[in-house]
């Protein structure tokens, strides 16, 4: 893996577990200025700027290899023991004085959401408030006890038992695109049928690559067909714990980290942050996913 410098002198490290994170084109022209591990199991071919690793290992870099590093919507999918271990790795590789982020699904957000919509239903029982409470309760327990890939928020999404503006609300864009592909521009669609055929980061991928990819797709549905709960485990796709900025802190805290503090979507003290923006959504100034966002320094 061939680490990446940006046009401002800094090697940055990304860490997520599915592209997801990049789902319209400038966010992978974007993404050609970071290094990236991707969190899985399954055999997706390697890239020249990333590296796929189950995380199961310390993090195949050097003491002090990266200014930055930032963790997307990783940590839930861990234990507690082995996000406290991933947390030190980051601290292990990170330059004195650079920065740290971490997003995750926020609890605290999720079980306010449900407590409310669970007294407005029981105080007005309609379809709506139905919909949105059941919803609510998705998110808060689903990725956590699904038998199979997208469990029944997938069947909720399909039936279309939902409210868009509730959903957007909690999920944000993905979940919406999803929900309602009509809702967004044709390029979003043709970015995710084209990537296929590139690496993450937009750029062409050679003939080999795109066999490879080829190759590990048809190998996910064969074993989602055979196992789905062996494909959720490859995948990462569960929930193993879900975090609120007290337990956050607690982590980095215990990881080394100083000047520990709670972020918003758009602000970050990653230097240029304002250029990558990855927490914003590309069609307005509202999160691309609300999450709990923490940040700390080495």
């Known amino acids: ?40 199991s399954l055999p997706y071919p ?8 189950s995380l199961a290992k310390p993090l195949p870099f050097p003491d002090q290899t990266f200014d930055n590093v930032y963790s997307f919507h990783v940590a839930e999918h861990l234990s507690v023991a ?4 991933v947390a030190r790795e980051m601290y292990r590789v ?54 199979v890939s997208g469990g029944q928020m997938g069947m909720v999404l399909q039936s279309k038992a939902y409210n868009l503006t509730h959903l957007r609300d909690l999920n944000g864009d993905l979940l919406e695109f999803l ?17 296929r055929g590139l690496y993450v980061d937009g750029t062409p991928a050679g003939a080999g690559f795109r066999y490879r990819k080829a190759a590990c797709v048809f190998l996910q549905k064969l074993i989602n067909r055979l196992s789905p709960q062996w494909y959720l485990r490859l995948s ?6 879900y975090y609120d900025p007290v337990f956050l802190n607690k ?25 990558y923006n990855f927490d914003q959504s590309a069609f307005g100034d509202y999160p691309l996913e609300p999450s709990a966002y923490i940040e700390g320094v080495k």
Request: charged content about 25%; some cysteine; overall charge neutral.
């Open 94 to 147: 990170l330059k004195p004085g650079g920065v740290c982020r971490l997003s995750t699904p926020d609890l605290a957000f999720f079980a306010q959401d449900y407590l409310t919509w669970l007294d407005t239903y029981q105080q007005s029982p309609t379809t709506d408030h139905f919909h949105r409470y059941q919803w609510a309760l998705l998110n808060v327990i689903d990725q956590a006890v699904r038998p």
């Open 1 to 40: 893996m061939q680490l990446v410098t940006n046009s401002y002198g800094q090697k940055n490290l990304l860490i997520w577990r599915t592209e997801s994170l990049f789902y319209v084109p400038e966010r992978r022209v974007l993404a050609r200025e970071w290094s990236h591990v991707r969190y899985t």
């Open 179 to 195: 929900a309602d592909p009509l809702m967004t521009s044709t390029a979003l669609r043709v970015a995710d049928v084209a990537r």
């Open 82 to 85: 082995d996000g406290d271990r």
């Open 236 to 241: 990462r796709e569960n929930n193993r714990w």
């Open 251 to 275: 982590q980095f805290n215990e990881a080394g980290f100083r000047g520990i503090v709670i972020q918003d979507y758009k602000t970050s003290a990653i230097p240029h942050w304002d250029r």
């Open 46 to 53: 390697d890239e020249p700027n990333l590296i796929n690793l």
